[in-house]
């Protein structure tokens, strides 16, 4: 017979911790208590793992969760549960203090113990691919990804294996490897759709599998158009999901599905994200910020009782993407405020993986490029674009094509071509290896620009058609937006004053759709000059919305560089990222 003070004190502990509020110190404190009593070897152990837990999830003192997480282990039968689970939350807290290696060793001893117990066996691959892949191994990663999938394929556990399979295609993305993560993401929806069981958990997979097709499709193929219908079934299936009760997602009998990608909060969340991406790249940005104001807001309740690194990530991508959308709307002062934001979220950020910091201090730098171009400083612009790209993490080729992109117009505007060539050349080199719709509807733009300078029209011509069919193609409104006003101008400068006009006046139609100010500022300008030409009785009504535009982004213009946040941030090229509080 269990021992009656043992058992009030586990009670008692039990009644502290899942109290209102939780009182965890009491908890520690009673489970404590036990440890004073004799006690069988396997119950010694299993308490000894509730203190490890306890000290590792709500307090911060790593020592001794450490202490009771180590004798757990030794206490412990070989293998059991007590003994992977301890494992496991060792490997966590290695990893949290940089001790990857350590982790990592654990973990290894974990996987060659578990392989009589398929749940534990799979959960630990699972943290395993995680290491690796917050560690940017992919190659590794992708190895314990196949032995998972071997491993379900041979206990014939098709939840399970269905999840190693999306978590392939996953980290074949992070590889930039489209191609190859389409493919893997081919039979996944079958096998979802013939999935039987808890609703929750399969809408869940589901969701897995549309946000991986629609980074495929949308952000790494640049098929924006072609991808609207799954991101709409997306947004479906959230919803299936939030009409269902949480508490369904916890009735399940086979441990092998029980595992979860991310809780219905970050779903929701990173719902919200796609979406907003989406928008952007379509050129639609009221509905892009109007998005990221309700992700925001959500993000702002999660924050009350998650600070997950994830949780961190993607707060920072809404920031960027609304930085970027301020800047194409004219709203200088307000993106350079929240560049301000940005820098202050990075710099309060804990990575386990340096490497991600400096990606976001580069993401910082070409920020503040894009916002110095916008304000026409070429000068601060290319001295951040060259901070951008002094280094970045292995991969990312799309980063490199936009810093490109973006000094090439820079040397356009201030007719360095010597300094544009070889630019022009790398970009040409990329374009041979991607098949984004995106990055070559802006290569030919950008060919087309410096064809155009070499007065070498008819091959402008061509490329500026080129580009303008891509962009159509895939609802690239913003590209379009700027190839039809790049046409626009040559025509007129070559007297095809009809064509001229047909090109303006459908780039002023996108362009307000957007709205982009600076293109319509630049159109109306154009229009306007032809309009005097032509003896258009529009002259006098263009030339006042010209004024009114003009107006708008010069009041923003002195909003923006009268700003502490425009002084303090624009010199910043080097060293820890600044702020002003």
Known sequence: MADPVYLALLGSAEYFRTSTPPNYRLAIQCLQAILTIRLPTLIEAKIHLFLGRLYTQYTTNIDMASMHLDKACHLAQMPDDIKLESLCLLAKIYLNQNQFASS????????????????????????????YHSQEDYNTSIYYVDRGIEFCARINALFCQIIFQLTKAMLRL???????????????????????????????????YLVLHISCSCFGLGQIKSSKN????????????????????????????????????????????????????????????????????????????????????????????R??????????????????????????????NNSNAIQRTLTLHALLGFYATSLNFNEAAEAQFASALRTRFSGDKEFRFFIFANLIIIYLRTSKIANLIPILQQINIELNTTQSTILHAIGNLLNGLHNLTQSRIHEAKELFRRSANLASNEDLNKILTNTFIVLGHMFFRMHSYQESA???????????????????????????????????PRLAETNDRVIQINDSLQKDYQSAIALAEHRHLLTWTDGVCPMIS
């Not at 992070?174 to 191609?179: A, E, F, M, P, R």
């Open 323 to 352: 930085i970027q959308s301020h800047l194409i709307f004219g709203n200088k002062a307000v993106a350079i405020k929240e560049i301000n934001i940005l820098c202050r979220l990075h710099n309060t950020s804990n990575s386990i």
């Open 502 to 536: 047909n090109m303006l006046q459908s780039a002023t139609t996108i362009s307000q759709s957007i709205p982009d100010y600076n293109a319509q500022l630049n159109t109306m300008s154009l229009l306007r000059d032809l309009y005097h030409v032509c003896n258009d």
């Open 230 to 321: 799954a991101l709409m079934q997306l947004q479906q299936s959230i919803q299936n999901l939030a009409s269902r009760p949480e508490e369904e997602a916890y009735l399940i009998t086979n441990p092998l599905e029980q595992f979860i990608w991310l809780s219905r909060d970050h779903l929701n969340v990173l719902v919200y994200l796609l979406t907003v991406f989406h928008s952007m790249l379509s050129g639609r940005l009221e509905k892009a910020l109007k998005y990221a104001d309700k992700a925001q807001a959500q993000i702002e309740q999660i924050k009350n009782v998650d600070h997950s690194p994830f949780l961190m990530a993607v707060e920072m991508l809404f920031y960027e993407c």
């Open 174 to 208: 992070s590889l930039k490897d489209y191609i190859d993560a389409q493919n893997l993401l081919k039979p996944c929806l079958d096998r979802i759709n013939s999935l039987q069981g808890n609703f929750s958990h399969i809408e869940t997979l589901r969701i897995f």
């Open 104 to 131: 990592i060793t654990l973990l290894q001893q974990a996987y060659d113990l578990s392989s009589q117990q398929p749940y534990w066996h799979c959960r630990i691959i699972f943290q395993i691919i995680s290491i």
